[in-house]
């Protein structure tokens, strides 16, 4: 479980937050685990108590963002594809980020991407067949040889940490034909190699997604990313993964991996959270259902109903906002989120929660008890790129809100389309006798009839983030009319409940 994982490797008795430290279009350059570093204070500050990092290995392009990997185990060390940092910088400041992070109580989680490999050193020659795109397992030419990119040598590091070296057989897949330029989706032939059978069925099978498909299944690549993700761990003290494209990756693999570093290491509660982008709740259950150990998902249906949301405007029945989602069936295993780097502006998966909702959508998963809420850095500190976004205002704030008052019970008012509220009860017998009232309008201002109990009698309660303005005097039977503006949210709390100085004034 999520919040098990992070309260074994942080300091800290509060609420778990993550971060996706990093937005497609940050500045690179090798200047951002140092921006990370300075950022700590600040991060821990507001709430939060880990980090996604960018994949902090070897890509085939020094100005990579990394998806398109080289080599795992140059982690910004070794002179290969351009010089020796990556895009993030060298292996000396990321460690410096990852120590200065848990410093601050704040965990972070290695962004692992194990699918494919990009840039390899050398072409080889080989049997391969095309296969239809929309069917991969139809094949549409006869067997003959190609050349393709799959010879990785790693000439920078040598033999240093793995003596490892990657040929064709230690791949299922190419797209590319070096021979005559041509593009297409080759499956290479060999001894017992076949797609992988525990992977999405999307155009039939989903093993093949990009650049040269490792071959998880071989013996040698197998024990190798096992090796890898215990060397990493220990290597840099981190405490979880986040995987890439696990719907191309055969399940069996990702459950070995996970098992062996739990087992195996120092972080027998390592978290470990999949990207299985799909808005399908019941291919993620099938799939969380056949690892036989926990694992989270990023909660892509929830996503995809904050889009709908977004876009519907007061059309969009709020009560509505958890159906079919993975926090609403499976809250151990979702990590909840707004955006990422995918649905951002400009991306590949381009599906964009509209800006005037994200404040609502951060309200709910911040504010209540379910999942494990992941905020973006795009709407943290703003997106670049050629269509650049403004961070969500005060989005540091409803951060702070959760590790300050979104404990204990919680007592729900979803009587109406529009305008929904909450209340957090608090946890007096922790320290925590301030929870908070909150809600949230996607169309005209309302107001919602709360209990927030008696012993809260004549209290006077303003918004912490100060969007509706005025004050709230509890009731003598512990009841309030809490008001929220248009297309807004309020968090309501005591006027001077613990920590309210810390908020913008």
Not at 149 to 172: E, I, L, Q, V
Request: aromatic share 12%.
């Amino acid at each position: 479980m999520a919040s098990h994982a992070n309260a074994e490797y942080s300091s800290k008795d509060q609420n778990y937050t993550m971060l996706q430290a990093f937005e497609w279009y940050v500045e690179g350059e090798g200047v951002h685990w140092k921006r990370i570093g300075d950022l700590v204070p600040e991060l821990a500050s507001i709430g939060v108590t880990a980090m996604w990092l960018p994949p902090p290995t070897k890509a085939a392009g020094q100005s990579s963002v990394g998806y398109d990997i080289y080599d795992v185990y140059d982690l910004g060390e070794f002179d290969q594809k351009g010089g020796k940092r990556t895009n993030w910088g060298t292996k000396e400041e990321l460690v410096a980020a990852i120590k200065k992070a848990q410093e601050h109580g704040i965990a972070s989680y290695v962004d692992a991407v194990l699918n494919h490999r990009f840039g390899a050193d050398d072409v080889e020659t080989f049997g391969a067949v095309e296969v239809d795109n929309d069917d991969r397992t139809k094949e549409i030419s006869e067997r003959y040889d190609i050349k393709g990119w799959t010879g990785f040598t790693f000439p920078g590091r040598g033999d240093k940490y793995s003596a490892m070296k990657y040929n064709f057989n230690h791949f299922t897949g190419v797209d590319y034909n070096d021979e005559n330029q041509k593009t297409s989706i080759y499956k290479i032939h060999g001894e017992g190699k076949d797609w992988a059978h525990g992977v999405d069925k999307e155009n039939k099978n989903y093993d093949y997604l990009m650049g040269a498909d490792v071959d998880h299944s071989h013996p040698d690549v197998h024990a190798d990313l096992l090796n890898w993700g215990k060397w990493i761990t220990q290597e840099l003290g981190t405490t979880g993964f986040r995987f890439d494209a696990i719907k191309h990756i055969d399940r069996s693999f990702i459950a070995d991996f996970v098992k062996s570093v739990r087992a195996e290491t120092d972080k027998p509660k390592m978290f470990a959270v999949g990207e299985f982008w799909k808005d399908s709740l019941p291919d993620i259950e099938k799939y969380l259902d056949s690892l036989g150990t926990q694992f989270s998902v990023f909660d892509a249906p929830l996503h995809y109903n904050l889009k709908e949301a977004g876009d519907r405007g007061r059309e969009y029945d709020l009560r509505a906002i958890w159906d079919g989602t993975v926090v609403q069936k499976r809250p151990i295993d979702a990590v909840t989120l707004v955006e990422n780097h995918d649905t951002q502006v400009g991306q590949s998966l381009e599906s964009a929660v509209n800006p005037t909702f994200k404040p609502l959508a951060y309200a709910m998963i911040l504010l209540r008890p379910s999942g494990y809420p992941c905020v973006f850095w795009g709407d943290l500190y703003g997106c670049g790129g050629d269509n650049p976004q403004e961070p969500i205002t005060q989005l540091g704030d409803l951060v702070r809100a959760r590790k300050l008052y979104a404990y204990g019970e919680v007592r729900d008012y979803w009587d109406h389309m529009n305008c929904v509220g909450w209340v957090r009860m608090g946890e007096p017998d922790k320290g925590r006798p301030d929870g908070c009232a909150v809600v949230i309008c996607n169309g005209d201002e309302g107001t919602k009839h709360m209990e927030v109990g008696k012993e809260h009698a004549h209290e006077k309660w303003t918004d912490v983030l100060g969007w509706h303005k005025g004050e709230v005097v509890i009731g003598e039977d512990g009841w309030a009319d809490f008001r929220c503006s248009a297309m807004s949210v309020s968090v309501w709390v005591k006027h001077d409940a613990k920590g309210r100085d810390e908020f913008r004034k």
